[in-house]
């Protein structure tokens, strides 16, 4: 488990002394809120869409307090760092302003709407030497991040092609709703930024290699969905029959080819309308020597496969894991670690350079500038979509032919 406090003398900060705020307790922020208990962090308090919901959220969720504005939450010098999950459209002001307060900061992905917003934050963040996160947790199941180490190790030799799929169902139905549909508070990439920048951020990150080019086909077969009255959580199962008809033009799938800086290729399949699949993120990763693979619904198994040797599945272990999957393992084998387990593990890794009081060198976590770089590689899987061709992430280097 990663140590958190730094025990370099006197005077250092300790986990315990470190407060957060969270923005938002939907689905997600409740995950926040529960995961930041779980290490240690006291949250000092929520910030909801109106007082009154935020007063009844921090009932439900047992928090000291609700604050009634950001302005409240970035006068409390109690408060270190600010977790952001509001809807889309709020993530750069909202960050923006907690970076100009002086306060570390999570978001949680997309970082923005546009690159163009995101860039701004990342030369914000850097002029402010705050440590600044997107939440991009699926990095932090233990076994990606002994993956990583396996791959820069030389475990599979060369990686050569990435391929999988990340898959839902919880927008199949033309009566499923989310703000996520609704281009003023999501953005104008849906499927992609939503679940897609997941994948590639985690396959980026396991490969140790940026995407470089996409060939991207993205496609809408809901154009018109009734927006139920009144808010709606992800994966909701409630059905208003007072609804308003909507016209809907981002997009449910997407079928994108890659090519990575070192010469690997790959391609992955999303999807928000696939009946059955309700968060399947599968991805396989196979090396000029051997090859892994990975699925979220056995998240403890580590599949590796030989050519001259019987394929093997690694059960997450401490004891024979990589020191980064030992470090992100907060129980023993056997017990088997989850979905939000890893928010845990990602804040474990965030809060010990919030104890530090600055990021790391290079920060196993993704920063601003990774969620920037997603930024950028969405809009090039939108503009290959629309050209139909090829298209370069800005940045980064020409993929080998
Ligand atoms: C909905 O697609 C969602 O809640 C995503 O927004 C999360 O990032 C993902 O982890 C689970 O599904």
């Known amino acids: 488990m990663t140590p958190i ?10 986990l315990a002394d470190v407060g ?10 409740t995950v926040h809120v529960e995961q930041l208990r779980r290490i240690g962090v006291q ?6 869409i109106t007082p009154e919901h935020g007063e009844a959220k921090a009932k439900a969720l047992g928090v000291a307090r609700a604050y009634p504005s950001l302005e409240a939450i970035l006068a409390d010098p109690s408060v270190d760092i600010v977790h952001v999950t509001s809807p889309n459209h709020l993530h750069v002001e909202q960050a923006r302003q907690i970076l100009s307060a002086g306060k570390h900061v999570i978001c949680e992905k997309p970082l923005a709407m546009t690159s163009a917003d995101s860039a701004g934050l990342v030369a914000l963040a850097a002029e402010t030497g705050l440590v600044n996160a997107v939440n991009f947790n699926i990095r932090f199941y233990p076994l990606h991040q002994h993956v990583r180490e396996l791959i820069a190790d030389g475990g599979l030799g060369d990686p050569r092609f990435v391929t999988g799929h990340y898959l839902q169902d919880w927008l199949l139905y033309d009566t499923d709703w989310s703000w996520r549909l609704d281009t003023s508070k999501n953005g104008s990439l849906r499927a992609v930024a939503d679940i897609g920048m997941h994948w590639l951020d985690l ?12 060939m991207a086909d993205m496609t809408n077969f809901i154009s018109t969905r009734f927006e139920p009255k009144g808010a709606v959580e992800a994966f909701s199962t409630v059905r208003s029959t007072d609804t308003v008809e909507r016209k809907i033009t981002t997009e449910d799938v997407a079928s994108i080819m890659l090519r ?12 928000q309308i696939s009946a059955g699949r309700k968060n399947s993120l599968q991805w396989e990763i196979d090396g000029s020597v051997a090859a892994a693979a990975w699925d979220s619904e056995t998240p403890d198994h580590l599949w590796l496969g030989h050519r001259d040797q019987a394929n093997e599945v690694l059960m997450r272990n401490p004891g024979l ?3 980064a999957g030992r470090l992100a393992a907060a129980l023993p084998a056997g017990h088997v670690e989850g979905f939000g387990d890893t928010f845990g593990a990602a804040f474990r890794a965030v809060y010990a350079d919030v104890v530090a009081g ?20 969405g809009e090039a899987v939108a503009e290959s979509s629309r050209l139909g061709r090829w298209v370069d992430v800005p940045g980064q280097p020409k993929a080998p032919r």
Do not use: C
Not at 359 to 377: C, I, K, N, Q, S
């Open 5 to 14: 406090d730094e025990h370099d003398g006197p005077g250092t900060r300790r």
């Open 20 to 29: 957060a705020a969270v923005i938002g307790t939907g689905f997600i922020g």
């Open 43 to 48: 949250v000092r308090g929520i910030l909801e």
């Open 203 to 214: 396959t980026t990150f396991l490969v140790g290699q940026p995407v470089v080019a996409v």
């Open 260 to 271: 990575f800086a070192n010469g690997a290729r790959g391609s992955v399949v999303l999807s």
């Open 321 to 323: 894991m990589k020191p």
């Open 358 to 377: 600055r990021p790391a060198e290079r920060p196993p976590y993704a920063t601003f500038a990774d969620g920037h770089y997603e930024m950028l590689l």
